[in-house]
């Protein structure tokens, strides 16, 4: 459902591939999305604008232009979400496409939990930015962390974290269960003349694991996405 509308949530697929599509729509509709199909990236952006969807399922490789050009499109009039597709292996496009500003990516083939989970995951922050949300609070088993008052509670201890680490800890929260690409991470934390020190993410994510996590050398909360950048767990 969508919290807005009352309507059920309108997925628009964008895959060109019919295995794809079919396991796509049948998916979706056997869990209560509706769903709007484009098999190419102009059909794709012509959908959008006559009817905004809550959210897109964008693959990379179309035969008119490429995914990319697609989520130009879109984001210059809509913050829809949007969730891409790729090719197992292709790191680049994946780490282009979130620093482009998808929501996230599912690597090709994926199951049905994987796929309704990212949904849910982009739908609940999209409609958190809409809502405005307030200061979020993000909490994890033993976890808190409460952006408004700059605080971090583990077990009940509160923690006292560098400037450094509440930054980067604060940035993984505001998109708790996304990636951020340690170029985002980097431009966030220590601004635009630092996005090449993937060193100082290493370091830092380190320390940060030390704090937060029981066994620092088995995240089970700050995550890393090979090749990609971390994604903060969001899931009980
Ligand atoms: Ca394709």
Request: glycine letters at 8%; a neutral charge; hydrophobic letters at 40%.
């Amino acid at each position: 459902m969508n919290a807005t509308t009352g309507q059920s949530t309108n997925v628009l697929v964008v895959e060109d591939e019919v295995h794809m599509q079919r396991f796509l729509r049948a998916t979706l509709l056997a869990n209560g999305y509706q769903v709007t199909e484009a098999t190419t990236g102009a059909t794709a952006v012509m959908h959008a604008t006559r009817h905004v969807p809550d959210i897109v399922v964008l693959d990379l490789g179309l035969p008119d232009v490429d995914g990319f050009a697609v989520m130009r499109e879109l984001r210059a009039f809509s913050n829809l979400p949007i969730v891409v597709l790729s090719a197992r292996g292709s790191e680049m496009d994946k780490v282009q496409a979130l620093d482009a500003g998808a929501d996230d990516y599912l690597t090709k083939p994926f199951g049905v939990g994987e796929l309704l989970a990212r949904l849910r995951a982009a739908l609940r922050r999209a409609l958190t930015v809409k809502t405005g949300g307030g200061e979020p609070v993000f909490e994890r088993g033993a976890l808190r962390v409460d952006l408004g008052r700059r605080q971090v509670v583990l077990n009940g201890e509160e923690l006292k974290l560098t400037p450094i680490e509440w930054k980067m800890l604060s940035v993984l929260v505001v998109n708790a269960g996304r990636v951020v690409t340690h170029q985002q991470l980097l431009q966030e934390v220590w601004g635009p003349q630092c996005v090449q020190e993937t060193h100082y993410l290493r370091v830092y994510m380190s320390q940060l694991r030390r704090k937060l996590e029981p066994d620092p050398a088995r995240p089970q909360c700050l995550l890393t996405e090979l090749g990609l950048g971390y994604r903060l767990r969001a899931d009980r």
